[in-house]
């Protein structure tokens, strides 16, 4: 199975490496010694991120998630990175394609599915819901200091 390669640890930064998207098969995630997911891998606890988590998945032309899901307070940002597909959220189905982005509130019924001749890669990013707000997006701070190359 592949693993995720560290690139750099220090106090304020973790950089990995999942390798080429067109890779992503060779992960396969584990939920039970019967539930195994091909093409699918978590990052969160890999670069320490302490309020969202992140997954990378490949579907293979035909295939699915094959299942419904919600969450209880997560929201969801699905990323789709390439191929074409399409995404069902309560029971509404519409297309997705490389460059598509879908954000699904916790109580949304959702699954994704390949109807394309190419594998259908997607980001999905998870956090808590009603937790952004409109000074959040004012808190970058610009400092002093050169940009070292």
Request: net charge negative; proline share 4%; glycine share 12%.
């Amino acid at each position: 199975m592949k693993e995720v390669k560290t690139i750099v640890k220090a106090a304020n930064v973790t950089a990995v490496d999942f390798g080429r998207m067109e890779d992503l098969n060779e992960y396969v995630l584990e939920l039970g010694p019967d539930v195994k997911i091909p093409g699918k891998v978590f990052g969160g606890a890999a670069v320490g991120t302490t309020g969202s988590d992140f997954s990378f998945q490949s579907f293979a032309p035909g295939t699915e998630t094959g299942f419904l899901h919600t969450h209880a307070t997560h929201e969801e940002l699905y990323f789709f990175l390439g191929g074409k597909g399409e995404f069902q959220v309560d029971g509404q189905v519409f297309a997705v394609t490389e460059g598509s982005v879908v954000r699904v509130a916790p109580e949304g019924r959702r699954s994704v599915r390949n109807t394309g001749s190419q594998p259908l890669i997607m980001l999905c990013v998870q956090y808590k819901t009603n937790t952004f707000d409109a000074g959040d997006a004012a808190d970058a701070t610009i400092v002093d200091g050169p940009v070292a190359w």
